[in-house]
Structure formats: C-alpha cells, structure tokens
C-alpha cells in the first residue's frame, strides 16, 4: 500500500527554495511528487496572491499585514526568506496565483489551492472565490479549491467548482457531521489531530490527505488508515522512501 501513496509537495521544494514560489512549486514536482499544495491570501485590491501568513514578517523580512497592499506592490517585496535562505533567491517576487497558474499549467497532477480565511473579512467570500477560480482557469479540473472555512467550500460548489476540499478543523463528530454534509472529493486533517490508533478514518465518497507528514513511517501507518495523500515539506526523503518501499 504505500507505493500508492501520493505525494503532496506543501508550499513546494521548500526546503531548498522560497515557500510558494513557482520555483519551489516547479522543483517539487521535479523531484517526483506527484502534486503540489500552497496558500493563497487576498491583496487589499482582491488580488488572488500565493502567500501563507497574513503578514509579510516571516518570510520576507518587511512588516505589515498583507492586505495592505495592493498586488502591484506585493509583486515588488521578495519571497526569499531572507532569515532561512539568505540572499540566494533575492528578486524572487510573491507571486499572483495568475503567473502561478499559468507557470504550472504544462504540468500534470493536481494543485491544491488553499485559500487562507485570514483576510476573507476584508473581500465578500463570493468575490473572492470568484477571483481565485478565475486565476486558476489555466489549471482546468487540475485545480482543486479546499480551505478550513466551509463557507468558502460551500460557495465554491454553488457557483459550479467540481473539485473541492475541506481542511477538517477537529476529529470530533460535529467536524464528522460536517464533512458528511459537504461531501467535498477530498478531506484533509493534521495527522496529529488523529487518535492514536490504527482504527479506520471516516469514510465517505472524499480522500483522505493528511499533514504535516515528514516520516515515512507514519505515511505508511496513516495508509493502512485509509490516507491516499501526504502533504509533506521532506519532498526529497518522502518520495525517495516510497521508492524504497
């Protein structure tokens, strides 16, 4: 069973490249996996971004909070993640989910495109889904829309978006309740939000991805679970383990 177990590269190559980059994205899928996963955040003027935090501190070496820029500007502040990386990918701009799209349509496999709820209070959810399904047009069905808001799920389904996954918040039976009313293709939870046991996930018509999962140990554990997918950072060690396995 783990042979079948399908990488997800979280936010990329990251270990060697700036997070949510199309670099990063590209390199994943170099080194084998079989998807890729990131984050998108919304600009002050709507502009569907790839960026995980809601502020720029972490990664970029500025301050401020995303959303108080405008996608022009966000495109002038380099990813490069100055306090991890150095200064080896300095000019790597944050990229719009347009160019990203658009960079990763010759490529197979599916994209995860989570999109954060952190400055969905700024944005109508409507209109933000509205952007982020347009940006991703180049990827066709590749593209699967997941978030931890159900709201934003539940819009995505209601304008017509076929691929959808829900981020599963808890391991209790009002998130079970949840999941079995969306019914989304794909449900994805933390793996250590998993009991611990070998006792069978939830089951339903979705499939079950599971993060942050570094060990192939644990893959191989969550796969007699039911796990189809591992989002993982160790893009390299994991999908060289499953060669092995």
């Known amino acids: 069973m783990p042979k079948s177990l399908r990488i997800i590269a979280h936010r990329g190559y990251c270990e060697l490249y700036p997070e949510n ?14 998807a890729v996963g990131f984050d998108v955040q919304l600009s002050r ?23 108080e820029y405008s996608a022009k500007e966000l495109g002038k502040i380099s990813a490069h993640e100055p306090a991890r990386l150095g200064e080896r990918y300095a000019g790597t701009p ?8 658009q960079g990763l ?19 109508a959810i409507t209109q933000a889904v509205a952007a982020v399904l347009e940006a991703c047009a180049p990827l066709g069905e590749r593209a699967v829309l997941i978030s931890f ?8 389904r209601s304008v017509g978006k ?11 039976a009002a998130c079970r309740d949840r999941l079995e009313t969306l019914k989304p293709d794909f449900a994805f939870v933390a793996a250590e939000l998993l009991p611990p046991s070998l ?6 018509p979705w499939e079950w991805a ?36």
């Open 162 to 172: 076929r691929r959808i996954g829900w981020v599963v918040p808890d391991w209790n």
């Open 210 to 245: 599971a993060y942050e999962v570094n060990d192939w140990q644990e893959a191989s554990d969550l796969a007699r679970r039911g796990v189809g997918w591992i989002e993982t950072r160790a893009v390299a060690a994991m999908v060289a383990a499953r060669d092995r396995a």
């Open 199 to 204: 006792a069978p996930l939830w089951p339903g």
């Open 105 to 123: 349509a010759a490529h197979s496999g599916p994209v995860f495109v989570e999109l954060k709820q952190d400055t969905i209070p700024h944005h």
């Open 149 to 156: 808001d159900s709201a934003i799920i539940q819009v995505a």
């Open 94 to 101: 944050i990229p719009t989910l347009a160019a990203v799209a």
């Open 21 to 34: 980059t199309l670099p990063a994205l590209l390199a994943a899928l170099d080194a084998g996996a079989d």
């Open 45 to 67: 003027d709507g502009v569907p971004m790839v960026f995980h935090d809601p502020t720029l501190n972490r990664t970029t070496g500025r301050s401020g909070a995303i959303v």
